[in-house]
């Protein structure tokens, strides 16, 4: 059993920056973000590899930044320049064997 405990989210305006943490209660290998708005699926922000091996959807590269500390068993979201169209909860997601882990949600606002 895998637990995610995220923070950081919150209100932000146009063209600022928040940065996402999700810890986990064991070492885990892949971990990801995903968000959803609603009416829409939820979809992959950024994913990255013990190794950090990084992607990122296309709408986030070069604004976004995924990164880990393997000895906290922390993943990072750092996300610079934010548009509206990033509003959303955000969701630490890590793969299982037998199911998927996700955390609570964190919701990220952009609005002036």
């Known amino acids: 059993q895998v637990q995610l405990v995220e923070s950081g989210g919150g209100l932000v305006q146009p063209g600022g920056s928040l940065r996402l943490s999700c810890a986990a209660s064991t070492t885990i290998f892949t971990m990801g973000w995903y968000r959803q708005v609603p009416g829409k699926e939820r979809e992959l922000v950024a994913s990255?590899?013990?190794?950090?091996?990084?992607k990122y959807t296309d709408s986030v590269k070069g604004r976004f930044t995924i990164s880990r500390d393997n000895i906290k068993n922390t993943v990072y979201l750092q996300m610079n320049s934010l548009k509206s169209e990033d509003t959303a909860v955000y969701y630490c997601?890590?793969?299982?064997?037998?199911?998927?882990?996700w955390g609570q949600g964190t919701q990220v606002t952009v609005s002036s």
């Open positions: 997601h890590v793969p299982g064997v037998m199911r998927d882990y």
């Open positions: 990255i590899t013990t190794g950090g091996s990084t």
